[in-house]
């Protein structure tokens, strides 16, 4: 079982800075490939970052890419996603998820993982 616990949402203007956190209660943490997702009021949940169990391929969605950057911290049992020069269009709610499909080292693939935080919101004003 596995437990995600996102925080450092918050408000910011255009071009402004936020960095999320998640940690992850569990005790095999290092062989879960991990994702950040974020949902828009009237939208679908959509992929923006993953990173593999390897802890060194990553993969972006293209509205990110460039301005976000996933990244984990095995020894605190954290997963960040550090997210620069912020647009209005980034206003959502975030989650980490962890998944473990036999097979799968990274996704942005919704339905290919098994375990979700509640969420933290991103509010970004032109």
């Known amino acids: 079982q596995v437990q995600l616990v996102e925080s450092g949402g918050g408000s910011v203007q255009a071009g402004g800075s936020l960095r999320l956190s998640c940690a992850v209660y569990?005790?095999?943490?290092?062989?879960?490939?991990m994702g950040w997702f974020r949902q828009a009021p009237g939208k679908e949940r959509e992929g923006v970052a993953t990173?593999?169990?390897?802890?060194?391929?990553?993969y972006y969605a293209e509205s990110v890419k460039g301005r976000f950057t996933i990244s984990k911290d095995n020894a605190m049992n954290t997963l960040y996603l550090q997210m620069n020069s912020l647009k209005p269009e980034d206003t959502a709610m975030y989650y980490c998820?962890?998944?473990?499909?036999?097979?799968?080292?990274?996704?942005?693939?919704?339905?290919?993982?098994?375990?979700w935080g509640q969420g933290t919101q991103v509010t970004v004003s032109s």
């Open positions: 990173l593999a169990t390897s802890g060194i391929t990553s």
């Open positions: 569990s005790d095999t943490y290092s062989s879960y490939y």
């Open positions: 998820a962890a998944g473990n499909l036999y097979g799968v080292r990274w996704t942005l693939v919704r339905s290919q993982y098994n375990y």
